[in-house]
Nanobody, 126 residues
Framework: EVQLQAFGGGPVQTGGSLRLSCAAS????????IGWFRQAPGKEREVVSC????????SYALSVKGRFTISKDSAKRTVYLQMNSLKPEDTAVYYC???????????????????WGQGTQVTVSS
């Protein structure tokens, strides 16, 4: 059974940093794409960043490029999202999702991900 556990959220001030973790179990780490998505109040869920756990290729939403870094620890079966220079507009519930069949053109499409973790709240105050 595939399980994803996201944690590491919390309150932070503008300009601060947080590191989110997504611990995966029941997966063959290396076969999956793992993505971070977020959903702010009243807004649709959007992709933040993705990583292929095999080759380690990454992608980022334009809104976070240069501020967020996604990485993986294959031994721990964990994907991290290092978030720096946080802004109030980064406030959202952050989710990690995974699937072994996500193709490049579908990385930002949440429908392409079959497995989801629970969300972790990130609140950036001004």
């Amino acid at each position: 059974e595939v399980q994803l556990q996201a944690f590491g959220g919390g309150p932070v001030q503008t300009g601060g940093s947080l590191r989110l973790s997504c611990a995966a179990s029941g997966v063959t780490f290396g076969d999956y794409v793992i993505g971070w998505f977020r959903q702010a109040p009243g807004k649709e869920r959007e992709v933040v960043s993705c990583i292929h756990t095999g080759p380690g290729s990454t992608s980022y939403a334009l809104s976070v490029k240069g501020r967020f870094t996604i990485s993986k620890d294959s031994a721990k079966r964990t994907v991290y999202l290092q978030m720096n220079s946080l802004k109030p507009e980064d406030t959202a519930v952050y989710y990690c999702a995974a699937d072994p069949s996500v193709i490049h053109s579908n990385l930002a499409n949440q429908i392409a991900y079959g497995y989801w973790g629970q969300g972790t709240q990130v609140t950036v105050s001004s």
